[in-house]
């Protein structure tokens, strides 16, 4: 009896007092309130890492740290090295920013700890779940029957799906040398991570032939399915990417469809990035097809600017979904008569789930769509502006940006144009105001705009003409 007392009294510290939990939540709260306020002024990029050691210098230990040392330590080893991701000047990648009211989401949600994969526990969360990915389905043209689960981001999404796509096609272990994947070169590098994790790296991988635009060729993909067939290989998956990392490009999903439907493959859209246009008239019309397709991806943490950590699936069919991930345990046995919400553990490879749901209902309720839809408009635009302007700097450019994403570079007069634009990028990234990132296109070094973080505007904009117009004056 004395141990528990004793051993009681040391764990009782995991429950910190009303008073305590006032100074360390004021602390914290504090702190983020002047990193949302200096955020314009705060760089978008420092490319010295040396201070994250920090971390590695403190280890854990039995006795605690005081909260200014605690702050100190995070300021220091988290948020002035390498990239800023909440700044409207992370120009690079597919940014997103971090509303605000996201992580009052999360706030909510680990303190009260609702279990958000079974109906039985947490039917409020499972509903709210569930309606968030109804209403996403619907975006997308999928019926009211249409299932998904919400993950981590895209590469999780995208990895169910394919499973989904697999098992439902019945590609068994005796036939995947012979089973066949269309898709483009374009598509993000997690579709050949996933196909390789759902044991399907031995399939037939078919890197599609694009258009200038960096799209896939309807009429390549049936040349393609039609010679397979007759060679006596499984044609069973087509994936599209509704707005590529490198290019912002969109397949065009209404004839892949169309082509998948005749000879019965399944069709994936990866949408983790551009899915959410579906918001603006001008993103129905581009992503016009997806409706056809059998399942999609999409990420609230890049088009719909949440904090990093939630993505969604979405697939027509519910028995495939469930098919591919239900299992009940002996344990679970108590659960089974909770049905009137499918659950997502039934849907995904996860039991043991965050409640991620509330990272959006709560923006989404707090703010309605308008401002969503307006900032996913004025992307679109900046892309356009950035696109017009560039070329006046002496520029050359890439495809028209079909969502927010430009390729450009400049040709020097005398040199190595890739070394040269190696060399612009690692310039703008050392002044640190805005971060801009590269690809390869055709062997060409291309730097890369892409604007989709809710803070980028039109004088962020600016400030990356300024600077690119600076560095290639007189070259």
């Known amino acids: 009896m004395n141990e528990l007392e004793e051993l009681e009294r040391e764990a009782r510290k995991l429950e910190p007092t009303a008073n305590e939990r ?103 969360a499972v509903r709210m779940e569930n309606m968030l990915i109804q209403w996403t389905a619907e975006l997308a043209g999928y019926p009211k029957t249409a299932v998904g689960n919400l993950t981590s981001g895209g590469s999780i999404a995208n990895l169910s799906a394919i499973v989904t796509a697999r098992d439902s096609k019945k590609i068994t272990s005796d036939k995947i040398k012979k089973a066949v994947i269309y898709l483009s070169a374009e598509v993000h590098h997690c579709v050949f991570k996933a196909i390789r994790i759902a044991g399907l790296g031995e399939c037939v991988v078919r890197h599609l032939p694009l258009d200038d635009c960096y799209r896939i060729k309807p ?57 959410y246009f579906l918001l603006t008239e001008y993103g129905k019309k581009v992503l016009k097809g997806i409706e056809l397709s059998d399942s999609f991806a999409i990420d609230p943490h890049k088009s719909l600017f949440l904090p990093y950590g939630l993505g969604m699936l979405i697939v027509k069919d519910k028995e495939a979904l ?7 345990a002996n344990y679970m046995q108590d659960t089974l008569g909770a049905n009137e919400e499918v659950s997502p553990a039934d849907l995904s490879p996860e039991l043991t789930k965050h409640f991620r749901g509330l990272r959006l209902w709560l923006p989404l309720k707090l703010l309605g769509l308008k401002p969503f839809r307006a900032a996913l408009n004025e992307k679109l635009l900046l892309a356009r502006y950035f696109y017009d302007e560039i070329q006046k700097l002496g520029f050359e450019v890439g495809p028209y940006p079909e969502l927010s994403v430009v390729t450009y570079r400049f040709i020097p007069k005398s040199g190595d144009a890739n070394a040269f634009n190696k060399w612009l990028m690692e310039g703008v990234q050392k002044d640190g105001r805005v971060f801009i990132s590269s690809t390869m296109l055709d062997g060409k070094f291309m730097l890369r705009l892409a604007v989709l973080s809710f803070r980028t505007h039109k004088s962020t904009i600016d400030i990356l003409l300024e600077q690119l117009r600076s560095l290639t004056m007189g070259k």
């Open 22 to 124: 006032k100074t360390v939540r004021e602390g914290v709260v504090n702190y983020t309130e002047r990193f949302i306020n200096e955020i314009e002024t705060i760089p978008a990029f420092e490319g010295e890492r040396k201070a994250s050691e920090v971390f590695l210098n403190s280890p854990v230990s039995e006795e605690p740290m005081a909260l200014p040392q605690v702050l100190s330590m995070l300021e220091k080893g988290l948020d002035e090295p390498g990239l800023n991701p909440a700044s409207g000047g992370h120009l690079g990648y597919i940014p997103g920013g971090g509303i605000y009211y996201s992580a009052l989401g999360d706030y909510w949600a680990d303190i009260t700890n609702r279990y958000a994969g079974i109906f039985f526990a947490g039917p409020g």
């Open 219 to 275: 009429q390549e993909l049936e040349s393609l399915i039609s010679a397979d067939k007759q060679q006596g290989l499984i044609p069973f998956l087509v994936v599209a990417s509704a707005g590529t990392t490198d290019t912002g490009s969109v397949d065009p999903l209404q004839a892949i469809g169309e082509i998948a439907a005749k000879h019965k493959l399944w069709f994936h859209v990866d949408a983790a990035y551009g899915g």
């Open 322 to 328: 469930y098919n591919s991930h239900y299992y009940q």
